[in-house]
């Protein structure tokens, strides 16, 4: 009867430090495959941060061509960049951080500039990010890195499909401002003296509207000795 509680005992014993080196290896291969889930998730996220941040710009560069205007313009939803026929957007992205809608940043004039993920999360990454999104350096959390257009980087990522005039890709369009009055070159004739004023120039339905050119008089040269 002694032996075979002894042998109960030990089974049991055995049976628990099995268990435990189950659990402490199970624990020590769980930790290197979250991260490896997690830098997966992380890429996952700067792919497509970076993808909408460079469809807002390519949208703003594109309703821009031909105007005059100040400032960007901006779609009502991501759905917008997605619209045949030359769509800037595959398709609306997830964030992968949180497997819910990304959280939508909005400009003053209630357009979506960017997105954000919702993860409080610290990332992994902290340095040596893509050009288009450099300043997200020593960002501490996901929930800091935001793709909206314009960035503090000041950079777009090359862009296929836009509209003629922009082939191949999209360039950071000149911030907005006054433009420059024509002038006129000096005249440099001898008896000519150029006698200019400078005319403001006017927008007329979004093009630019050329100021007068300059009149020239005639000055008669002085009388010979």
């Not at 049976?15 to 189950?22: A, D, E, G, P």
């Amino acid at each position: 009867m002694t032996i075979g509680t002894n042998k109960q005992g030990f089974t049991y014993l055995s049976l628990m430090f099995s268990v435990t080196l189950i659990g402490i290896t199970l624990a020590g291969v769980a930790r290197p495959w979250k991260t490896i889930i997690q830098r997966e998730r992380e890429a996952d996220l700067l792919a497509r941060g970076i993808e909408i941040q460079s469809a807002i710009g390519a949208y703003s560069t594109r309703m821009k061509a031909g105007r005059i205007v100040q400032g960007e313009y901006y779609p009502h939803t991501l759905e917008e960049l997605t619209r045949p026929p030359k769509p800037l957007l595959r398709k609306v992205y997830g964030d992968p951080m949180t497997n819910r809608p990304f959280e939508l940043v909005r400009a003053p004039t209630g357009g979506v500039m960017g997105v954000r993920s919702r993860s409080d999360a610290q990332p992994l990454r902290q340095h040596e990010f893509p050009p288009a999104v450099r300043h997200f350096d020593g960002m501490k959390r996901y929930r800091d890195w935001v793709f909206q257009h314009p960035n503090a980087s000041g950079l777009t990522v090359p862009f296929q499909g836009l509209s003629p005039g922009l082939p191949g890709s999209a360039a950071m369009p000149v911030p907005a401002g006054t433009l420059p009055t024509p002038q006129a070159p000096a005249q440099n004739l001898p008896g000519f003296q150029s006698t200019t004023s400078s005319v403001p120039s006017t927008t007329t339905g979004g093009s630019f509207a050329q100021a007068p050119s300059p009149e020239v008089q005639a000055i008669p040269p002085p009388p010979v000795p």
